[in-house]
């Protein structure tokens, strides 16, 4: 994608091309789910790290490493410029 992509393109539009392209980023409702997930597996460490996470900061997109655990806390997405390092731009 290029810069003028890039800025030509609604947030919406940026997010969920990145959801489709990279495991980090992810939405409150999937956030949601995976803490449901782990409090089923008795996993409630995870689970409360990752419900204060979203409590504490809420956005409909996050940026949060599934595999990390506990040792990446969701980041909240509100706007282009959060995700713009995520990008490395062809022009």
């Not at 969920?16 to 409090?39: G, P, R």
């Not at 956005?59 to 980041?75: N, V």
Request: hydrophobic content about 35%; some cysteine; proline content about 1%.
């Amino acid at each position: 994608m290029t810069r003028a992509e890039f800025e030509s393109k609604t947030f919406e539009e940026v997010m969920e091309q990145l959801n489709e392209e990279k495991d980090d980023i992810t939405t409150y409702e999937m956030l949601k789910e995976f803490a449901v997930s782990k409090i089923e597996e008795d996993n409630l460490f995870i689970a409360i790290h990752i419900l204060e996470a979203i409590n504490n900061d809420s956005a409909e997109w996050y940026i949060y490493d599934y595999c990390m655990g506990t040792l990446q806390t969701p980041s909240s997405v509100t706007c282009k410029e959060d995700i713009e390092h995520e990008f490395s731009f062809d022009d």
